[in-house]
């Protein structure tokens, strides 16, 4: 169990993914660059089994903006797309019910 206090140092937006590929060297990483607001940022995500890049370029997702970037396969990670996951293991990314500014707080 975390305090609210401590929930409350959790950052999360609404990004805009603006492109998407295959990473060369991982068969589980897709390589992200995520729109948020007037900032753009690099985000790897271990989901490349189970969506196309192409099919999410333009989506709107929910990232946690605040983590220490983190080096995967190579390359930096500045984020983590959220997903929940359903009964099969299968990943099912976040997004807003209607768009929203990219950059917009969660809360």
Same mark, same amino acid.
């Given at each position: 169990?975390?305090?609210?206090?401590?929930?409350?140092?959790?950052?999360?937006?609404?990004?805009?993914?603006?492109?998407?590929?295959?990473?060369?060297?991982?068969?589980? %990483?897709?390589?992200?660059?995520?729109?948020?607001?007037?900032?753009?940022?690099?985000?790897?995500?271990?989901?490349?089994?189970?969506?196309?890049?192409?099919?999410?370029?333009?989506?709107?997702?929910?990232?946690?903006?605040? %983590?220490?970037?983190?080096?995967?396969?190579?390359?930096?990670?500045?984020?983590?797309? %959220?997903?929940?996951?359903?009964?099969?293991?299968?990943?099912?990314? %976040?997004?807003?019910?209607?768009?929203?500014?990219?950059?917009?707080?969660?809360?």
């Amino acid at each position: 169990m975390i305090s609210f206090e401590e929930f409350k140092k959790v950052e999360m937006k609404v990004g805009r993914i603006i492109s998407a590929e295959k990473m060369e060297n991982s068969e589980k %990483l897709l390589k992200f660059k995520v729109q948020l607001g007037q900032e753009e940022r690099q985000i790897l995500s271990g989901i490349a089994k189970y969506y196309a890049p192409e099919s999410l370029v333009g989506r709107e997702v929910v990232i946690v903006t605040n %983590l220490a970037p983190r080096m995967m396969a190579g390359e930096e990670s500045n984020g983590m797309i %959220l997903a929940a996951t359903d009964e099969t293991g299968t990943p099912i990314l %976040l997004q807003p019910e209607k768009n929203v500014p990219s950059g917009s707080e969660v809360s």
